[in-house]
């Protein structure tokens, strides 16, 4: 069944950076694009950005502009998430999720939504 | 920005009961792009509900979503043990696409 596996827990100092990796399976990669979510300890989701794994186009949350990249490796059918210049607030488990979007021609109706996620990715920023 | 705000906050309720859980967009969200997510802890959000009111595959007939414009309810007719979690909109309208700050249903 459809699978997505993340790289495992990192511990950053900050001003550090972090890539997180995301390796998809069972189903063809670049049918869906992936997202970024992040939720830091005892708080509520946030999302981070999209990247298209056909084309590389990326939408980023405003906060996260010029500090993020996403990319893909679609021989490996693996997204990567890197975060730089880490602040202690970064401090997050950090979700890669399957961007579910569909548009039905015959009834002019589209749908979208985040339908397989990973199991996260800890990542600590500490001096 | 849409903001989505969710209430209440924090249910304490017994297994068996009726729960509904509103979410409030800030603007207009399309009903195709509002979804429903559970959370327990430890775990990933699972998907629940899709389009407002469409039920992810596998979950079961007792969780229903509604609603349009503004205004969208998750309803879960009768709770069950495994139903305690944080349940979580979330909007993919206009972006950047948000989550609300999800509400707890706790056992009583």
């Known amino acids: 069944q459809v699978q997505l596996v993340q790289s495992g827990a990192e511990v950053k100092r900050p001003g550090a950076s972090v890539k997180v990796s995301c390796k998809a399976s069972?189903?063809?990669?670049?049918?869906?694009?992936i997202n970024w979510v992040r939720q830091a300890p005892g708080q509520g989701l946030e999302w981070m950005g999209w990247i298209s794994t056909n084309y590389g186009d990326t939408n980023f949350a405003q906060k996260f502009q010029g500090r993020v990249t996403m990319t893909t490796d679609t021989s490996k059918s693996t997204a990567y998430m890197e975060l730089r210049s880490l602040r202690p607030d970064d401090t997050a488990v950090y979700y890669c999720?399957?961007?579910?979007?569909?548009?039905?021609?015959?009834?002019?109706?589209?749908?979208?939504?985040?339908?397989?996620w990973g199991q996260g990715t800890h990542v600590t920023v500490s001096s | 920005e849409i903001v989505l705000t969710q209430s209440p906050g924090t249910l304490s309720l017994s297994p068996g009961e009726r729960v509904t859980l509103s979410c409030r967009a800030s603007q207009y969200v399309s009903s195709n792009f509002l979804t429903w997510y559970q959370q327990k802890p430890g775990q990933a959000p699972r998907l629940l509900i899709y389009g407002a009111s469409t039920r992810a595959t596998g979950i079961p007939d007792r969780f229903s979503g509604s609603g349009s414009g503004t205004d969208f309810t998750l309803t879960i007719s009768r709770l069950e043990p495994e139903d305690f979690a944080v349940y979580y909109c979330?909007?993919?309208?206009?972006?950047?696409?948000?989550f609300g700050p999800g509400t707890t249903v706790q056992m009583k």
């Open positions: 999720a399957r961007d579910h979007y569909h548009y039905d021609s015959s009834s002019y109706s589209q749908t979208h939504y985040f339908d397989y």
């Open positions: 069972d189903y063809n990669f670049t049918s869906y694009g």
């Open positions: 979330q909007h993919c309208d206009i972006s950047p696409w948000t």
